[in-house]
Nanobody
Framework: QLEESGGGLVQAGASLSLTCVVSRSVFHITHMGWYRQVPGKQRELVAESITGTEPTYADFAKGRFTISRDNAKYTTYLQMNNLRPDDTAVYYC?????????WGQGTQVTVSS
């Protein structure tokens, strides 16, 4: 129901934009966000957009990443600038509807030094 795109391999300092399209079968979404995970570590929040509030960012994302939503297109975006090697991870799109959290399959982002 969630499909990410836009990952890839870039050099440090570059930018990437991730896109997540939500199936129209998931209505009344209250949260849309991005998480990331590296092997051996827990999945962590990158940024989340909650309806009616300002977006929430992890400390490492502040000033470099921007989350946005296009509700008419059931799409959320993550613009990532000034990427660093420690941003390397699988990035997952997430959506919350009626208290249930849904996940995409993830997209790999690799940042080389």
């Amino acid at each position: 129901q969630l499909e990410e795109s836009g990952g890839g391999l870039v050099q440090a300092g570059a930018s990437l934009s991730l896109t997540c399209v939500v199936s129209r079968s998931v209505f009344h979404i209250t949260h849309m966000g991005w998480y990331r995970q590296v092997p051996g570590k827990q999945r962590e929040l990158v940024a989340e957009s909650i309806t009616g509030t300002e977006p929430t960012y992890a400390d490492f994302a502040k000033g470099r990443f921007t989350i946005s939503r296009d509700n008419a297109k059931y799409t959320t975006y993550l613009q990532m600038n000034n990427l660093r090697p420690d941003d390397t991870a699988v990035y997952y799109c997430s959506a919350v509807q009626a208290g249930l959290r849904y996940w995409g399959q993830g997209t790999q982002v690799t940042v080389s030094s």
